[in-house]
């Protein structure tokens, strides 16, 4: 960074320190990971001074001999991984992936059904404070208070009455299986638009560690930069050309103009890393890490929203430790240990002051740990929480010790890119 080092010391110099930072501490955060210094290094060229509106051999913009080259690359890595016949490799992320979802199939005031955000939805499946709950008529699904599951027998329900356009399933903080081809039936049979937003689990999917919704879902939303390892963007695939060409139109022009091209590339990277053996090895491993974790926590008295974990990610209520979510995470952090706090289904809490916190695998098995390292984490997670439950005076020493603890094993596990 030698250039920048000398045109903007202060940027440069923070790049550094969010480094180190990334460096030192232990990523549980669940829809974070470590890309690789390829996909870092697709990330910083001067594909960014291109504009492409359009599409590989359809743009509005010359000079794209090399661009339309990237774009199609992306792409048939993209069908080839997932086994899709369409993709767009264009959305600036995750959130206007879905909104495009919206502008191929609905109209204003439409109904939409999602999972509500509190038991484990995305904003964008029609929360309120979202576009898309103000602008549609969202109606929603949860979990059951009993399992902390999805029941799909209230999906059908509210689905056959309130006869949705679109239904979304996936979300944000969902431990377990989304069973796609349920929701498929559902759908049909309702005659509603089904999208599988996969943005966490992508990576489980491309991997062979969790089902895959090609088959069932009429289409398919990912984000890149989440379990999949790719830089901050999304996808759109389907099967059906008319699906297809409905979200092409919607992406653009209907609500971007020209796609991040040094995105693109890194997508295209991302998704060749993903087609490899390793990283099958390394979807499995997520989740033997988080099912390891999870075990581990269990056994110290916590209390796991649905009792488990089918995937990457773990919803603890804290609620039985006898403390709020938000100073849970933040004692964490001190400790090197980075969570978010969030809400459990069901909470009493605010939204702003949950019970839960969750915590995913992804990062830390692209670091190399495995369960051995789990263990230990949990432990840490248990001695914090615990001690911050009792006395401030007492969470202050374990904070600092396990601080140290926290450094020297993040030493012995370089992080990917750094
Ligand atoms: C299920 C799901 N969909 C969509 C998104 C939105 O992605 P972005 O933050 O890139 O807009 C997220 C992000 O957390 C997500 O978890």
Redesign the pocket.
């Known amino acids: 960074m030698s250039s920048l080092s000398s045109v903007d010391p202060q940027i440069a110099e923070l790049i550094k320190a969010e480094e180190r930072r990334q460096a030192d501490t232990v990523k549980l955060i669940a ?1 974070e990971n470590y890309v690789s210094k390829a996909v870092l290094e697709a990330t910083g060229t001067v594909l960014t001074n291109k504009y492409s509106e359009g599409y590989p051999g359809k743009r509005y913009y010359e000079g794209q001999q090399v661009i339309d080259q990237i774009e199609t690359l992306a792409i048939e890595r993209a069908k080839s991984l997932f086994g899709v016949n369409h993709a767009n490799v264009q959305p ?7 909104l495009a979802i919206y502008l191929a199939f609905l109209q204003p005031g439409d109904t939409v059904m999602g999972m509500g955000l509190p038991f484990g ?5 029609g929360w309120s404070v979202s576009a898309t709950g103000k602008w549609f008529n969202p109606v929603r699904y949860g979990v059951r208070r009993d399992t902390g599951r999805v029941d799909m027998d209230e999906v059908r329900e509210i689905a056959l009455r309130e006869r949705p356009k679109l239904i979304f399933c ?4 969902i431990p377990r299986t989304i069973d796609f081809p349920a929701f498929a039936e559902i759908a049909r049979e309702v005659g509603a638009v089904l999208a599988a ?4 689990i992508a990576g489980l999917v491309a991997g062979g560690a969790h089902p895959s919704p090609v088959g069932h879902a009429d289409v398919i ?3 890149t ?2 379990t999949l390892r790719g830089p ?3 996808m759109l695939m389907a099967t059906a050309d008319e699906h297809a060409t409905a979200l092409n139109k919607a992406v653009f022009p209907g609500l971007q103009g020209g796609p991040h091209n040094h995105t693109t590339a890194a997508i295209a990277v991302a998704l060749k890393e993903a087609a490899a053996d390793e990283f099958k090895d390394y979807a499995r491993q997520v989740v033997v890490n988080s099912q390891a974790l999870a075990e581990e926590l269990l056994g110290r008295g916590f209390d796991l929203v649905s009792g488990g974990t089918d995937n990457h990610l773990i919803l603890l209520d804290l609620t039985p430790k006898g403390i709020g979510g938000k100073p849970a995470a933040q004692a964490l952090d001190r400790a090197g240990l980075e969570t978010n706090y969030n809400t459990v289904p069901f909470d009493p809490r605010k939204p702003f002051d949950p019970s839960g916190i969750r915590i995913g695998t992804a990062g830390v098995t692209s670091r190399g740990m495995g369960v051995a390292e789990m263990r230990q984490i949990g432990a840490w997670m248990d001695q914090v929480v615990s001690a911050l439950a009792k006395d401030q005076d007492e969470a202050e020493r374990v904070i600092t010790r396990v601080q140290g603890e926290v450094r020297e094993l993040t030493a012995r596990f370089p992080a990917p890119g750094l």
């Open positions: 829809s600036y992320s995750g959130s206007p992936a879905n939805g995305h904003l964008t499946h996936g979300g944000t903080a937003d996969i943005a966490h939303s990912t984000t930069h989440k901050r963007g999304a």
